[in-house]
């Protein structure tokens, strides 16, 4: 009987510990990792653009709404797509983003993760939606990528945002804003 109990407390450590390994998501995606090191830019903008607070996102989902939102700013402004990045009060152009959907693999070597988002780009003058569009992005983190599935989580939230904010940041750039 001792040995049983024994055993069974073995267990449930071991089995404790793997819960954690997966389901910790490493304290959510990392903002500065969501940033894409490339995106191909049709057009530059001579007009100021305001970024709105995302929403939609969740810290258990492991993309926030304000780690999205750095990492979208910073990447308008790595890119130069439009003259700066300022306050929505004061911009002559407001985005919005909303996180529509995204997965959550609970168990897995490899982690396959889709990103929906809803973009929308406003003019101040008459505060009506120029463009909206739908940013469906995929990202693919493997086992070689990280050995503890909560890293390996967070690469694959981290690189799923990096893409959908890239996919964005083309379309918004393909725009024929005056």
Known sequence: MKNIQSYAKKCSIILSAAVMLILLPGCGADARRM?????????????????????????????????YTQALVNALQKFNV?????????AHYQLY????????????????????????????CNNKAIWTNTVISTYHASFAEAFIAAERLKKA??????????EGVEKISKLNLK
Do not use: M
């Open 35 to 67: 940033i894409p090191d490339s995106v191909v830019v049709t057009n530059t903008f001579p007009n100021t653009i305001g970024v709105a607070e995302t929403v939609g996102g969740q810290n258990q989902a492991g993309i926030s709404n304000e780690a």
């Open 82 to 90: 439009f003259k700066k990045v300022v306050s929505p009060d004061t």
């Open 97 to 124: 983003v909303t996180i529509l959907s995204y997965d959550r693999p609970v168990v897995g070597l490899n982690f396959d993760i889709t990103l929906e988002t809803r973009w929308e780009l406003s003019s101040k």
């Open 157 to 166: 939230y981290e690189g799923v945002a990096r893409q959908n904010i890239a």
